[in-house]
T-cell receptor, first 117, second 113 residues
Framework: DTGVSQNPRHKITKRGQNVTFRCDPISEHNRLYWYRQTLGQGPEFLTYFQNEAQLEKSRLLSDRFSAERPKGSFSTLEIQRTEQGDSAMYLC???????????????FGPGTRLTVL | AQKVTQAQTEISVVEKEDVTLDCVYETRDTTYYLFWYKQPPSGELVFLIRRNSFDEQNEISGRYSWNFQKSTSSFNFTITASQVVDSAVYFCALSGYGQNFVFGPGTRLSVLP
């Protein structure tokens, strides 16, 4: 296991379609984060999981966005009824952490670039 | 609320020049962690350094050095004798109570040969 992987790397879709992205974290990492990054900006936090529990989802951009991590390993991020404004890079990161503060650095995947036509 | 500001949007230097990237943060947490990440043109974020709020010692790693000052809420990053391969976008990030990582907007560094 050499790092965080994300699939697909690129996704082009038409407005109104649903898309799903997958993230496979580093195997021993218990926390998984999703971010969105638009051009010229830093990563914007969306949600995160501690094992299979989604502990923060208020930052998801709308109710069209949802994420799962059913077995505490890989995670999926789904966007329903995509809009052109959803075009961005979607990043996944994983970390081994404990307690209330995330001490360790996050390891990022290469991202999935979404283009909505 | 936590916030990270990187006032320099873009910096251009000529190879071998020294360059400092500024980072100013805001947090009410007493325990927090600061990070720098590099995002090269290939796009994948690469971790550079972590510093906790109780450790104000400056750190040097090769051509990289970091200056953490709690009094001014700053965590600046200096590259000495810059090289073309240092060209990238650099992000400062903050993690405190509540697990979220807050990233700054980034500074795009261009090192010209």
């Amino acid at each position: 296991d050499t790092g965080v992987s994300q699939n697909p790397r690129h996704k082009i879709t038409k407005r109104g379609q649903n898309v799903t992205f997958r993230c496979d974290p580093i195997s021993e990492h218990n926390r998984l984060y999703w971010y969105r990054q638009t051009l010229g900006q830093g990563p914007e936090f969306l949600t995160y999981f501690q094992n299979e529990a989604q502990l923060e989802k208020s930052r998801l951009l709308s109710d069209r966005f949802s994420a799962e991590r059913p077995k505490g390993s890989f995670s999926t991020l789904e966007i329903q009824r995509t809009e052109q404004g959803d075009s961005a890079m979607y990043l996944c990161a994983s970390i081994y952490s404990w307690g209330d503060t995330s001490y360790n650095e996050q390891f990022f995947g290469p991202g999935t670039r979404l283009t909505v036509l | 609320a936590q916030k990270v500001t990187q006032a320099q949007t873009e910096i251009s230097v000529v190879e071998k020049e020294d360059v400092t990237l500024d980072c100013v943060y805001e947090t009410r947490d007493t325990t927090y962690y600061l990070f720098w990440y590099k995002q090269p043109p290939s796009g994948e974020l690469v971790f550079l350094i972590r510093r906790n709020s109780f450790d104000e010692q400056n750190e040097i790693s090769g051509r990289y050095s970091w200056n953490f000052q709690k009094s001014t809420s700053s965590f600046n990053f200096t590259i000495t004798a810059s090289q073309v391969v240092d060209s990238a976008v650099y992000f400062c990030a903050l993690s405190g109570y509540g697990q979220n990582f807050v990233f700054g907007p980034g500074t795009r560094l261009s090192v010209l040969p």
